[in-house]
């Protein structure tokens, strides 16, 4: 069964910086894209960053580019998201999500058919 | 950036009736097109990938339409289990664009 579980959310003061996790699980984690995807409380989905199964494409929304950074680590089957310099506006549930088929880059901007539970990111003085 | 715009934001059906939400994008994305379902406090689901492609596992009630920048998804005979919020988003290029959403709310 494929699992997907996000940790290292919470609450933070502007300004600072957040790592999230995401331990991956029940599939060839090194062959698959993944994404992270956030959503503001009652708010709708937006696409955050992409990365794929080699590292060697990734894309950021332009709304935390040279703030955040994806990376991935194959052999602890672990994807991350580096947040740095946090805003108000960072308030959200992050998701991470894989692609639904394995491959180089023509499965990068695949759909998502696995997601993880989500985790809160609260930016707040 | 390809903009997805949904419509309507928001209906009211009842058990069993036909439904239908539009999805139009800002330019053509061919037919990489998905749509997700999503319950409240849940992570999104997908159902339908490159415009018309059931995923597995997802009830035939469903499915997908269209190409270019005017897509369709249709629940035929809608069940309780299918209230909820669904969006679409292109899979054509970076970055990843979803809809706004359509929320599906029991008449």
């Known amino acids: 069964e494929v699992q997907l579980v996000e940790s290292g959310g919470g609450l933070v003061t502007p300004g600072r910086s957040l790592r999230l996790s995401c331990a991956a699980s029940?599939?060839?984690?090194?062959?698959?894209?993944m994404h992270w995807v956030r959503q503001a409380p009652g708010k709708g989905l937006e696409w955050v960053s992409s990365i794929s199964w080699n590292s060697g494409r990734i894309d950021y929304a332009d709304s935390v580019k040279g703030r955040f950074t994806i990376s991935r680590d194959n052999a602890k089957r672990s994807l991350y998201l580096q947040m740095d310099s946090l805003r108000l506006d960072d308030t959200a549930f992050y998701y991470c999500?894989?692609?639904?088929?394995?491959?180089?880059?023509?499965?990068?901007?695949?759909?998502?058919?696995?997601w993880g539970q989500g985790i809160l990111v609260a930016v707040s003085s | 950036d390809i903009q997805m715009t949904q419509s309507p934001s928001s209906l009211s059906a009842s058990v069993g009736e036909r439904v239908t939400i539009t999805c139009r994008a800002s330019q053509s994305v061919n037919s990489f097109l998905s749509w997700y379902q999503q319950k409240p406090g849940i992570a999104p689901k997908l159902l339908i990938y490159?415009?018309?492609n059931l995923q597995s596992g997802v009830p035939s009630r469903f499915s997908g339409s269209g190409s270019g920048t005017d897509f369709t998804l249709t629940i035929t005979g809608l069940q309780p289990e299918d209230f909820a919020t669904f969006y679409c988003?292109?899979?054509?290029?970076?970055?990843?664009?979803f809809g706004g959403g359509t929320k599906v709310e029991i008449k």
């Open positions: 999500a894989k692609v639904h088929l394995p491959g180089g880059s023509g499965s990068y901007l695949l759909p998502f058919d696995a």
């Open positions: 490159e415009a018309s």
């Open positions: 988003q292109q899979n054509y290029i970076a970055p990843l664009t």
């Open positions: 029940g599939f060839k984690f090194d062959e698959f894209a």
